[in-house]
C-alpha cells in the first residue's frame, strides 16, 4: 500500500498535468478548483483597488498571484480570507460560500494565510506560537479548561505535531526563545509553521520571501514544494520572478484591480499585456526571452 507522501505526491502530479490542457486566458474554469471567485469588488473612495470577474485556484498546485505595485493582489487576499470586507462578490471553498465569513472560522474549515509583516506574538515562546495554531483544541474552552484530564491527552498531541513541524523548520533549537527574538527569516519560517498546525487544504501565503536572505529562500522554496507533495495547495503572492518561475504550477496577473492574464509560468511572461503591466509596452524590445527584463523590473518591489 502506498504511503500517504506517495499518494499526495501522485494528486499533486496529476493537478499539473490537468492544467496543462488549461487555456491560458484570464478567469478561464480549472478542472478541479479548490477556490472560485466572481465578480469581487473593493473600493476606497473613488479607487477601485480590486475588480476580480472571476478567477479559479486548482486544487493541489502551486499558483502565484503577481503584478505591479497597487495591482490589487495583497487586498485581495485580504478579502478572501476575511481580514477586508468586499463592496460585492462572491467566493467558494470547497464548494463552500465563504464570503463574510470570519478569518478563524476559515482557518476551522481548512483555509489559513500568512502575512507579509508577520504575525509572530512576539512576546510568547516559539513553541506556544506553534500551538496557537492547532484547531478544535478542547482546553480552549472555558469549563473544560478546569478539567484537565478532558484535554491532556490532546494538549501532548498539539506539543508534539508542533516540535514535529519546528524540526521541519529548522527552528526546534528555538523552541524556549520568545518569537520576538527571532531574526526577520526565521519569523517568516514560524509564521508558515503554525498555519501547517491547522492542517491547511489551501494556504495563502503573502509575499513569503520578502525581507529574506538568499540561503533562507532556498530552504523556504523547499518547504512550498513539500507542501504541494503533501496535498495542499498554494496560492501566493510574490514580486521575486525567478521564484515564481521556478516553483508555480499557474500564474495569474493582476494590474489596476483586474485578473490581466493567467497560464502556466513561460506562457505568462511572455504575455503582452504582463509586459506591459510590468514595464510600459515602450520597454518591449528590452524583454529577454528568458523573461530577465520582467525580473529585474521587478526586484525590490514591495507589495
Known sequence: M???????????????AALANVEP??????PDPIMVADHVRRSFGGLTAVNVEHVEIQRGAITAL???NGAGKT????????FDNANEGTWTFNDRQVAGTAPYKLARIGMVRTFQLTKALSRMTVIDNMRLGAKHQTGERFFAAIFPFLWNSQEKSVGEKA?????????????????GSLSGGQRKLLEMARALMADPELIMLDEPMAGVNPALKQSLLG????????GTTVLFVEHDMDMVHDISDWVIVMAQGEV??????????????VIDAYLGAHHEAQLTETGESLTESSDGDSA
Open 75 to 82: 487586498t485581495f487576499f485580504n478579502l478572501i480570507t476575511g
Open 223 to 230: 518547504h512550498i514544494k513539500t507542501m504541494r507533495e503533501e
Open 2 to 16: 502506498p504511503n500517504d507522501q506517495a499518494v499526495s505526491g501522485s494528486r499533486a502530479a496529476s493537478a499539473r
Open 66 to 68: 503577481i503584478g505591479p
Open 163 to 179: 516540535m514535529g513541524l519546528l524540526e521541519r523548520f529548522n527552528l526546534h533549537e528555538k523552541i524556549g526563545d520568545f518569537a
Open 260 to 273: 490581466i492574464a493567467e497560464g502556466p509560468p513561460d506562457a505568462v511572461m511572455k504575455d503582452q499585456a
Open 25 to 30: 486566458r484570464p478567469g478561464v474554469p480549472k
